[in-house]
């Protein structure tokens, strides 16, 4: 081993993927001065401009020339790091080649078989129902033949990939909500002409506010080595979206954790992982919409943000370390995607100070490049324009920058 990545005493920190979910994990992971290593394909992702990580580029973030090159990293270090992984194709890059991988680094992953019951939309529908956890109505769309299950539903519905990485490699988008049997039965058809089935879920009614979600890290024999509770406060797309505004939701903690941590329980889920909810206006409950397994969500650092720092929780557990207790927020804090997010007015809790996802005095070359830099910018404009004209959303907004 050639030491190359070992400035200090400290076991470093290799976080996968270089977007803006793993530039709120570099922020978070920083704030105790780890080493820290950040990959990815390409030197224009965020993560990779942070002043806190190392960039590494390698040539996949899935199959064979992953593994051959992040073995290669492994090999740089004296003492194996811990890796934390942000995008759903690492999961499973790393969850099918563990053996290999952990005698490089340290991480924490599910079984295999339950990666990939957790990572299908499908699986999980079927998983939910047998251990009486709430979920929507669904119809499972295998194949074309399958559409005349869209009978059984009431609309409008949503209809989602069963697997996400259809979504990653543009086979498929990423969610879609019809308003009738008839536009159901088009958007199907068009959606089954590639490979990969569908999921459609009856629309739990409810405004976009009503998202609700819970981030974990679950580590040796269950233990819980932290846990937030947030709220999305806006989305992009509007309703069917990744989060654009989300703050802290301890009103909603009571009712969430245990029951994230009861599925996590049931369905073996160690490791990094959060359940997303939607409040139900007719039923007056809580319905789970999809679970996240073996990496960070889009919009983790809030937790940090509030005080709950769970990829550094993560890194002192796997070392053993004790854990750091959480920070008492001064004043609430709101995490928004991009400077023109922002929460409706109604929404936005009383002194919240909205942070965003790209820019820090302390760290500001990831917004320099964002906004500035690269071609988003004409994007972000657009969509700036857009919002302050009533149009709400813009075609020319790039999924690229919410996944």
Not at 28 to 48: H, M, N
Not at 156 to 181: H, I
Not at 311 to 339: C, K, N, Q
Request: net charge neutral; aromatic share 8%.
């Amino acid at each position: 081993m050639t030491g190359a990545y070992n400035s200090d005493k400290k076991v470093a920190a290799v976080i996968v993927g270089g977007d803006l979910n793993a530039l709120g994990v570099v922020r978070s992971v920083a704030r105790q001065q780890i080493p820290i290593v950040a990959v990815d394909t390409r030197s224009s992702r965020a993560a990779l401009w942070s002043r806190h990580a190392r960039g590494r580029l390698v040539r996949s973030l899935s199959g064979p020339e992953f593994v051959e090159d992040m073995v290669q990293l492994g090999r740089e270090f004296d003492h194996p790091p811990v890796l934390l992984l942000t995008s759903e194709d690492t999961v499973h890059a790393v969850s099918e080649n563990r053996d290999e991988l952990s005698k490089w680094f340290r991480f924490r992953l599910p079984a295999d078989e339950n990666v990939k019951i957790l990572s299908s939309k499908a699986s999980f529908h079927d998983f939910s129902l047998r251990h009486d956890f709430p979920v929507p109505h669904t119809a499972i769309l295998e194949c074309k033949s399958d559409i005349g299950l869209l009978d059984q539903l009431r609309f409008p519905c949503v209809m989602k990939p069963d697997n996400k990485l259809s979504v990653l490699s543009g086979n498929k988008e990423r969610a879609v909500r019809v308003g009738s049997l008839e536009d159901a039965r088009e958007q199907a058809n068009s959606m089954l002409a590639t490979p990969g089935g569908i999921v459609v879920q009856e629309w739990i009614e409810g405004a976009e506010s009503n998202i609700y979600f819970t981030l974990f890290y679950r580590g040796g024999d269950g233990h819980v080595a932290a846990i937030f509770t947030g709220r999305k406060l806006s989305c992009h797309p509007h309703d069917v979206g990744s989060t654009a505004v989300c703050v802290a939701a301890p009103e909603a903690r009571e009712s969430l954790e245990p029951m994230t941590l009861a599925f996590a329980e049931c369905a073996g889920m160690e490791g990094m992982g959060s359940m997303e909810y939607k409040w139900d206006d007719n039923y007056k409950k809580f319905v789970m919409v999809e679970p996240t397994v073996g990496r960070t969500d889009w919009q983790e650092e809030i937790a940090t943000l509030c005080g709950v720092n769970i990829p550094l929780a993560a890194y002192r557990h796997e070392l053993g370390l004790p854990a750091v207790p959480d920070e008492v927020s001064r004043a609430p804090a709101g995490w928004r995607a991009t400077f023109v997010d922002r929460p409706p007015a109604h929404l936005r809790p009383a002194r919240t100070r909205m942070v965003d996802g790209y820019f820090r005095w302390d760290d500001p070359l990831p917004a320099l490049k964002f906004y500035c830099m690269g071609h988003p910018l004409r994007r972000v404009f657009r969509r700036w324009r857009g919002i302050n004209q009533g149009t709400g959303t813009l075609p020319g907004w790039s999924r690229s920058m919410k996944e």
